[in-house]
Structures are given as C-alpha cells and as structure tokens.
C-alpha cells in the first residue's frame, strides 16, 4: 500500500529555515520522482518542484534561490527546506509521487504538513 | 509562467446531472514532443488533491468512466456525466507542459 506523510515544524518565524520530511513506504524512491507542491491562501496550489528517481532535482524558479529537495532512500524519506520564509509562506505542504509519464503526474499524495510563518 | 484560467464557481448542478468544469491556458499546452500535459485533480474537502485526469483525457486507474476529460491546444474541459455525492469540492487544472509548471485556481463543484 502506497503511503506518503509530511512532518513538519508546524510553526517557523520569519526569517528562519523551513523543514521537511516526507516519509514514504509501499514503493522505491529510486523508482519514482518526487514533487512538492504547496498550498497558500494568496497563491492556491503551488508546483515547487522535484527529485528524480536517480537524485537529480528540478525547482520552480520562484522558489529555486532558496529550495533544496533531498532524500536519503535508506529511510524512504525525502527532504524540503526552504529558507528566508516570510509570512505568505503560511500554508499546507505537500510531497507526491510523480509516475513519471514526461510531466508531473501526481498519483499519491500524503496529507500535508500545515506551517505558519509567524514571529 | 502559463496561467489557467478557471471559472471560481461552477453551474451548481443537480446529482445525477452532467457538470462541465473549463480550464483554459493563456499558451498552447502542446509540447514539443508532441504531447498535451494538462491533468485534472479533485481536492475534496479536508483532504489533499487526487489525480483524475492525465494528458488531456486518460483517465487515472480507479477513477470512475463518468469522469471524461477532452480539449486540446489551450482550451479543456473535464465532464461528469452523473454527478454524485462523493463527486463535490474543487477542481484543479494542472499544466506539465511549460517550466514552471502552474495549477488552476480551481472551480468549486456545487450541487443545487
């Protein structure tokens, strides 16, 4: 069975480093690519970007100055962080399997780690 | 970035009546390896966005034959033949064709 779930800080101030872990089991990170997208009040779905099935990774320019999405296949886990959060950062964040078809497909979803950018 | 235009709010439809959700795309969402990467997902309420629709009109394993996609070049359109309860919450466009790739701004399904 295919699971994927975020952990997250819940709370980050502005300024500071958000970070995420999204856990997944039922299936191989290294067969798979993994996108993050996020969900904000002023922005709707956001795609933020991906790791290839073989590590390599790809950002939205919005965010590429202060993205980095990595893994460690040993646990299933892939990693978020972004810096420099500011407030419309607020939002719900998402990891997803991509099925890899030429462009994001996003077969499964975990349920979102929610962060509030706030001093 | 591309943007996907869709309508906030759709017709509110009866259960059992066909719903037309449109989503149309200030480029051609044809790539150049020939290929239209346009997909729909459904974010029911509380939950996280499921996929139903990729490349225009495949529709993703599971997912119900009332739900049809079609268009082509920037204007698409995504049908439920027989709406039913478990069918409300929000549309989302999604193109995979050009860097960034962008989402719609979604269209709430209502029933009437």
């Known amino acids: 069975q295919v699971q994927l779930k975020e952990t997250g800080p819940g709370l980050v101030q502005p300024t500071q480093t958000l970070s995420i872990t999204c856990t997944v089991s039922?299936?191989?990170?290294?067969?798979?690519?993994m996108q993050w997208v996020r969900q904000t009040p002023g922005k709707g779905l956001e795609w933020m970007g991906f790791?290839?099935?073989?590590?390599?990774?790809e950002y939205n320019s919005e965010f590429k100055s202060r993205l980095s999405i990595s893994r460690d296949t040993s646990k299933n886990q892939v990693f978020l962080k972004m810096n420099s959060l500011k407030t419309e950062d607020t939002g719900v964040y998402y990891c997803?399997?991509?099925?890899?078809?030429?462009?994001?497909?996003?077969?499964?979803w975990g349920q979102g780690a929610s962060v509030t950018v706030s001093s | 970035d591309v943007v996907l235009t869709q309508t906030l709010v759709a017709q509110p439809v009866r259960l059992g009546d066909q719903a037309s959700i449109s989503c149309r795309s200030s480029q051609s969402l044809v790539h150049s390896d020939g290929h239209t990467y346009l997909e729909w997902y459904l974010q029911k309420p509380g939950q996280s966005p499921q996929l139903l629709i990729y490349?225009?009109?495949n529709r993703f394993s599971g997912v119900p034959d009332r739900f049809s996609g079609s268009g082509s070049g920037s204007d698409f359109t995504l049908k439920i033949s027989r709406v039913e309860p478990e069918d409300l919450g929000v549309y989302y466009c999604f193109e995979g064709t050009h860097d960034p790739f962008t989402f719609g701004s979604g269209t709430k399904l209502e029933i009437k």
């Open positions: 997803a399997r991509d099925v890899g078809m030429g462009a994001p497909v996003m077969d499964a």
């Open positions: 790791i290839r099935s073989g590590g390599s990774t």
């Open positions: 490349e225009v009109s």
């Open positions: 039922g299936f191989s990170l290294t067969s798979y690519y």
